[in-house]
């Protein structure tokens, strides 16, 4: 019989782990016993530890204890360890298998009802783990497990957690008259942030919906203090200036971060996340409960690290917290009744910010140039606000506050944004002003409103990404009294405010994940870029004179088939950086139960000095999300075998040396090559043999392998097009683009998905049924790039001629073949920088156009690594999701 502890052993040297070797006596109990550790390891997950046959046999579960049968979780079987092991709370130090402080989370007795190979029935006798759960084999792999509950949930009245709740809003005002009703505190000059958790996962939303987490590295810890618990937070992003002060402006670099900036802002301009609100938590809404509930189930979760903290709050000390923020030079108060509800995406009068110095935001509708000192920047910014009719005011103009970087930034931004006419209704900037599309949102500090409405001695604070113009609107102080009229549904027993009272769950209030906002509308009507709808009703209604091949008769509401829920990301199995040594000439592994031979790890491939070690790591991290999409797929590898700087070559014929347990498929290619032979990355232990021999770019089919069909393989499962940017031309065209193909495909009710190419374009996919052929969707796609070329021909080609794409974006259609390759979802390009062609969100697309920042949509290895575990794969509907295109009459 093996010994059941000579893996533990091999893996740990004790002269450095404070763990038990296995060879201390240990007392026998009567029942069999049970642990569950809470690990801090690279990342956190709980190890669950059974007795069994003098061992403890244990699963790391990534996302936590399942506490209902309507949710299994992933539980990986990891080598046994030693019984000692069952009063084992120590920090395991650097460097050593399994790092991290490792505390006890739950422990007790167990019942066997089943123990069988690939089987265990048990029921647990715990504080915290009870009850009857079932864990079973579900892979190929033998350390591929699932843990079940097999009782009734813990908690039969827990609800789903949202995927996110809206913020409330505050109203401007003074201090009430009757403080002892009302807990003050401090008003930080940050950003808003909506945090939620759940066990081994973590995003930071912003006010807007927008999906944060990648700006605040520091932040994700958090995850790690909230434990198992499901929660979600309302507090506010704060940067410190040198004197310590929270301040707008130090925010301003962290805010608009990309890439690789980011790490190291956040060491340079740390953020601290104040936590003021608790929304949800542990299977039950909080937002209708009131402040004082909250506040105390808030503080009871005890959230103080390095960057969080829950700061205080004062009932009926206004006054006193007032003139102690005026003293410190801070920006005001926050007033809260303590008997108010949380309203969900509303501004209510039981919230009120009370500042020492008038401060809002605008809408930028114009400016005027500068001249002198500031000739080519601009002079002023003309300003605006939205009236009751959702007319935009004009609202004075700010000329101080702006240092020289900021100013070139606005003018690029006004530029580009520039119109004709003016926005704004009744009332008009000076002459000389010039106009823009009124998008951007400022926050400006002044002195008082003038008599006509503009403010007075004005100065430029920051731009306020995470606003929306037509929210802004003009400030004026809400009076503070009995709780009448509105603010009556605010508190706990009056009338339930909009959606009802447990609102987190209700469709007005709690938004289905970050990309809500985002509709099949599209760009407004006066984007230059936006096919007005009288032009697509033409195309997609038959009119001879506009050409349009399509059947549609009419044009209807986009109502685009529902898009499966992506799923939580697996865990790798095993660390890449404990798989993979970092450094040698020739390895040997084992994984999932194959030997691979590894070489030259330590050489670097990129410039940077990323190495071949480095490859195989990203690689078997990535695997779990990036497998479903390959496998099956004729897989061609584009090979850099002297690194990104030299010469690459195409490999289609699978090696003839390659491992007999490397699959293949056979695809008759014409005359020339004959039958071809493509790999086929099924499984990790493929993908890294394929990584081991330099295979830097991974170029998949649109089709599955099927030896059997004609041409050696199946219909597209996706129709896709290929966004390139022309010279003079960039990514942000190629997100103008993506949005217009996105308009016109909804309106044949196609949901399309969008990632990074990885070098300097986008790429789109439908996924198709698994009837489509190519003699469908290669002509469907000439036409709609045809289409769009008539319609926005400053901005859009169809045709690969060089001379005809400067300064535009080409839709290859010509993609949609059988005998073509498209780089892959999750696969690294060879470019300077180990740069990676990343699935983004509508949102994010958006954004960058807006932005006008190309560096929005770059993605390395390491941040990609980040985004899937925070977001799972958002390519994951492409796998479950089937459409059909219209028919066309050519």
Request: glycine letters at 8%.
């Amino acid at each position: 019989m093996a010994e059941p502890l000579r893996d533990y052993r091999r893996k740990r040297s004790f002269a450095d782990t404070p763990e038990p070797s296995g060879d201390e006596d240990v007392a026998p109990a009567d029942a069999p016993r049970f642990v569950v550790h809470e690990h801090h390891a690279t990342r956190l997950h709980w190890d669950l530890r059974l007795e069994h046959d003098g061992a403890l046999a244990s699963f790391a579960i990534p996302n936590g204890l399942p506490t209902d049968p309507r949710h299994n979780r992933k539980a990986v079987h990891t080598e046994d360890h030693p019984l000692k092991y069952l009063d084992f709370e120590e920090t395991i130090p650097e460097g050593n298998y399994g790092a991290g402080e490792m505390t006890i989370w739950d422990a007790g007795t167990f019942e066997v009802e089943k123990w069988r190979e690939g089987e265990i029935i048990a029921v647990f006798s715990g504080e915290r783990l009870t009850g009857r759960y079932a864990l079973f084999h579900a892979g190929r792999d033998p350390k591929d497990w699932m843990i079940h509950r097999m009782d009734p949930p813990v908690d039969e009245t827990a609800e789903e957690m949202p995927a996110a709740i809206e913020p409330m809003l505050a109203r401007p005002g003074t201090l009430p008259p009757r403080p002892d009703d009302w807990a003050f505190e401090v008003k930080w000059d940050g950003v808003r942030a909506m945090v939620r958790s759940q066990p081994g996962r973590f995003s930071l939303f912003s006010r807007a919906g927008n999906d944060i987490t990648g700006a605040y590295p520091e932040l994700r810890a958090l995850n790690r203090q909230l434990s198992s618990h499901e929660a979600i937070l309302d507090g506010e992003v704060v940067a410190f200036d040198d004197d310590g002060r929270p301040s707008f402006q130090a925010l301003q670099s962290r805010m608009h971060a990309r890439g690789a900036h980011v790490k190291r802002l956040a060491q340079e301009r740390p953020v601290t996340l104040m936590v003021f609100d608790l929304l949800w938590l542990d299977g039950h809404p909080l937002v209708d409960r009131p402040w004082t509930e909250r506040r105390a189930a808030l503080e009871e979760l005890g959230l103080d690290g390095d960057h969080w903290q829950t700061p205080g709050a004062y009932v009926g000390q206004g006054e006193g917290l007032l003139a102690a923020t005026a003293e410190q030079g801070l920006e005001g108060v926050i007033a809260k009744r303590t008997d108010a509800i949380y309203r969900p995406g509303r501004r209510s009068d039981a919230w009120l910010k009370v500042k020492h110095e008038l401060r809002q935001e605008f809408v930028v509708g114009g400016w005027i140039p500068g001249k002198g000192g500031r000739a080519g920047v601009l002079g002023s910014l003309q300003l605006g606000v939205y009236d009751a009719d959702g007319a935009l005011r004009y609202a004075g103009g700010v000329g101080t506050g702006f240092d020289q970087e900021t100013l070139k930034i606005l003018t690029a931004k006004l530029e580009r944004l520039e119109r004709r006419t003016s926005p704004y209704e009744g009332r008009q900037p000076p002459r000389g002003a010039r106009f823009c599309t009124p998008s951007l949102v400022v926050e400006v500090r002044f002195a008082e409103w003038t008599s006509d409405g503009s403010v007075r001695h004005g100065s430029f604070q920051g731009l306020r990404d995470d606003k929306d113009a037509h929210d802004v609107v003009r400030e004026t102080p809400a009076t503070t009294g009995p709780a009448v009229g509105e603010d009556e549904t605010d508190a706990v027993g009056g009338a339930p405010a909009s959606g009802g009272g447990s609102t987190a769950k209700g469709a007005s209030t709690a938004k289905q994940g970050p990309a809500a906002a985002s509709s099949a509308a599209g760009p407004a009507a006066d984007d230059p870029h936006h096919v007005p709808d009288d032009v697509l009703a033409a195309a997609l209604g038959g009119r001879a004179e506009k050409g349009a091949p399509v059947e549609a008769a009419v044009v209807r509401e986009p109502e685009p088939p529902a898009v499966p829920d992506v799923p939580e990301p697996d865990e790798p199995e095993v660390e890449p950086e404990e798989l993979i040594p970092s450094s040698g000439k020739s390895v040997e592994i084992e994984v999932d139960g194959r030997t691979l031979k590894l070489s030259n790890l330590d050489k670097a491939l990129y410039p940077g000095g990323f190495t071949k070690a480095d490859v195989l790591r990203y690689y078997a991290a990535v695997a779990p999300v990036a497998l479903p999409h390959w496998r099956g797929r004729p897989m061609t590898l584009k090979r850099y075998p002297n690194g990104v700087d030299e010469k690459a070559f195409f490999q289609k014929h699978a090696d003839r040396h390659r491992p007999d347990w490397v699959r293949t498929t056979p695809v008759p290619h014409g005359r020339k090559e004959g039958v071809v032979d493509f790999v086929l990355l099924d499984d990790l232990p493929t993908l890294l043999w394929a990584a081991n021999l330099a295979a830097i770019e991974l170029h998949p089919s649109l089709s599955l392998g099927a030896p059997d069909a004609p041409h050696g393989v199946s219909g597209p499962r996706a129709l896709v097009f290929d966004l390139d940017p022309g010279p003079g031309a960039s990514i942000v065209d190629c997100c103008r683009v993506a949005l217009a193909v996105r308009d016109v495909l909804a309106r044949f009710e196609i949901r399309a998905f969008c990632k990074t190419s990885g070098s300097k374009g986008l790429q789109m996919y439908a996924p198709l049924a698994d009837d489509a052929s190519y003699d469908e969707t290669k002509p469907f796609a000439r036409w709609l790039a045809r289409f769009l070329e008539e319609h926005l021909p400053d901005l859009v080609v169809s045709k690969m001629a060089k001379e005809l794409r400067h300064r535009k974006v080409l839709i290859d259609w010509s993609q949609n073949d059988q005998a073509k390759t498209t780089i892959g979802v999750y696969s690294l390009r060879a470019r300077e920088r180990p740069s990676v062609s990343t699935p983004v969100d509508w949102d994010e697309v958006e954004a960058c156009e807006r932005s006008d920042d190309p560096g929005t949509l770059v993605f390395l290895a390491d941040e990609t690594l980040g985004r899937v575990r925070r977001r799972g794969d958002l390519f994951a509907p492409l796998l479950e999701l089937e459409q059909r295109l219209p028919e066309l009459h050519l």
